[in-house]
């Protein structure tokens, strides 16, 4: 062991008390350094998970490719983790919109694909979606291996078939399949070699990554995807890039990393004057014994190194502590709090909180060693020995204020730094308590998006042979050119009688189509969004249509317009009848 770490061992033995206050002081500081560091890390990896789930992790999508573009993808270098999903059928469902594909493992890989219980279709007549899509279809409470018959149109095209499936799984619900009332159901390969057994028919999209090797930013890889699709045949057209997924993953997120590298400055700073400060103090009591040092041979850079050792030793000590104290409460943090779950640790990061730790250290003590290295023995000994003494303005009574006042006022320049120190730090942590306090999804989307926005999607067709009146031109062949305007407003609904079913007059939310002038004859449907339940022709809902409006409905709601449940008792009144009773009365 050398003489200057034997030296910085007995210093730290003869003042424990500065050494343990040291170690706690950079203890604290490795804390807070993993805790705003490894969240940093945290919060963008769950940015880009998030955006993994939302929009998928594929960078982009090829669709209506032909069977050799599809294989000229997968065999390509620049392409990997591909997946295919083909487009199989049209489900016919009033109010709904229903598409039935094909998936294979890399397309479910690449979109978050999961189901919640049963197992991926493989026989022919095998489904899985939500439980929802059966609901809506008729089922109460659909079960595995339940059968359910649904109307489709096999490739979009063609008369509608009623195809009769077995369930063999349930994909997660989500809220927004349920607003907006679209759904996709998934079927098996062997059903699709069934009904669209030539390979040139199928409507097939593909779903890829592609290798960064130049380190590209979103917009630089879109225009690479474009250029590699040019190269393999597939038109513009064709081409649709996830550009949400490529933002998050691909562009560095400056919301967190500028704010988070701003306070792990603040930290270093603070902990470097509470480090200095005690250091600081440490030097001059012990001026002494660094003058008999350089008395007995020791050089400047002898000193330093005595210094620098118990700075390193102390931090050698207290930085793991801290890290895994800091791990452990940004794990805590994360999932209790923001209900993250991420993996936390990093090899790298772990590296860069202790470089940072021993910089503030290292910055810490480099005017105290300056100090220590410039004493002389000479200086060292009238340090004490030629130090006058002063008078002082004596106290009659001495009580703790006096003796803490005349402390803090003879010693100004701590008093200062101490101050200063504790200032900062009340800022720090009310900082962090705001910006923790402030990490709320809702709030973000509120931010982000701005409230009562909303978007209409007309899905309509203008080639369908079998069924031409569902064609969007039909009116204009019909020789019509109506001007149609859309309202979404406040409107009075009257009372509508549907068999048992009784939908209550009132204002309601509503979107209003004009068609034309708008003097034609009103078509009133109450229940949003899908447009109507009833049987025309005898003007009651059937039972289908029941269950879809108890799904669509809360149990509250739906025992309002339930007259089987409700009896409605009707009181007739005359309101002079009623005003000569209470004129009797009074």
Not at 211 to 227: T, Y
Request: charge should be neutral; proline fraction near 3%; charged fraction near 25%.
């Amino acid at each position: 062991m050398k003489t200057t770490t034997k030296l910085a061992l007995s210093s730290m033995k003869s003042g424990k008390t500065r050494s343990l206050l040291t170690g706690i002081a950079i203890f604290l500081t490795t804390t807070l350094l993993t805790v705003i560091s490894f969240g940093c890390k945290a919060l963008i990896q769950q940015q880009i998970d998030s955006a993994g789930e939302t929009y998928g992790e594929h960078f982009g999508i090829f669709s209506q490719l032909s069977p050799e573009q599809a294989d000229a993808v997968m065999l390509h270098s620049q392409f990997y983790d591909t997946g295919i999903q083909q487009y199989a059928a049209e489900g016919v469902c009033k109010g709904y919109r229903i598409n039935y594909y094909r998936t294979d493992d890399g397309m479910r890989k690449l979109s978050h694909f999961t189901l919640d219980s049963g197992e991926y279709p493989k026989a022919e007549n095998e489904l899985i979606a939500q439980k929802e899509f059966f609901m809506v279809h008729g089922l109460k409470n659909p079960k595995l291996g339940d059968s359910i018959t649904v109307p489709i149109r096999i490739n979009g095209e063609g008369t509608i078939l009623e195809q009769e499936f077995s369930i063999s799984g349930f994909l997660p619900s989500s809220d927004s399949n349920d607003l907006a009332k679209q759904y996709s159901a998934y079927v098996s390969k062997a059903f699709l070699d069934r009904y669209i057994p030539n390979p040139d028919d199928r409507l097939t999209f593909m779903g890829f990554k592609v290798l960064n090797g130049e380190r590209l930013n979103s917009s630089e890889m879109a225009e690479k995807i474009k250029k590699l699709a040019e190269g393999i045949g597939i038109e513009k057209s064709q081409v649709s890039v996830n550009e949400d997924y490529l933002f998050w993953s691909l562009e560095p997120n400056t919301e967190v990393i500028l704010p988070s590298v701003c306070i792990l400055l603040i930290i270093m700073f603070m902990s470097a004057l509470v480090i200095y400060n005690i250091f600081h103090v440490s030097i001059i009591q012990k001026i002494r014994e660094y003058g008999r040092l350089k008395a007995l041979g020791a050089n400047q850079k002898q000193l330093k190194s005595i210094i620098r050792t118990e700075g390193l030793i102390l931090s050698a000590a207290a930085a793991p502590a801290g890290i895994l104290l800091g791990l452990l409460i940004l794990k805590i943090w994360l999932n209790a709090f923001l209900k993250i779950e991420t993996t936390v640790f990093s090899l790298p990061l772990t590296a860069l909180v202790i470089l940072l730790t021993v910089c503030t250290v290292y910055l810490s003590m480099r005017k105290p060693m300056r100090m220590a290295a410039k004493t002389s023995p000479v200086e060292a000994i009238r340090f004490e020995t030629d130090k006058k003494e002063t008078l002082r303005k004596g106290k009659t009574n001495v009580t703790v204020k006096s003796l803490t006042l005349s402390s803090l006022t003879l010693h100004k320049k701590q008093t200062i730094t101490t101050i200063l120190t504790m200032g900062l730090s009340c800022i720090l942590f009310v900082v962090i308590a705001n910006v923790a306090g402030n990490m709320s999804a809702e709030r973000q989307a509120r931010e982000d998006i701005e409230y009562g926005r909303f978007r209409i999607e007309l899905d309509a067709k203008l080639d369908d042979k079998d069924y031409p009146e569902n064609n969007l031109n039909e009116i204009q062949k019909q020789g019509y050119d109506y001007d149609v305007k859309v309202y979404l407003e406040k409107t009075v609904f009257p009372l509508k009688q549907y068999g048992d079913l009784s939908f209550p007059a009132g204002v309601y939310d509503a979107l209003r189509v004009e068609i034309g002038k708008g003097e034609g004859q009103n078509w009133w449907c109450v229940v949003y969004p899908p447009l109507c339940y009833v049987d025309v022709a005898y003007s009651e809902v059937t039972e289908k249509s029941k269950i879809r409006l108890q799904y669509t409905l809360t149990e509250e709601e739906f025992s309002v317009i339930d007259n089987t449940e409700n009896e409605i008792n009707t009181n007739v009144k005359f309101k002079i009848v009623e005003w000569w009773q209470e004129k009797k009365q009074s």
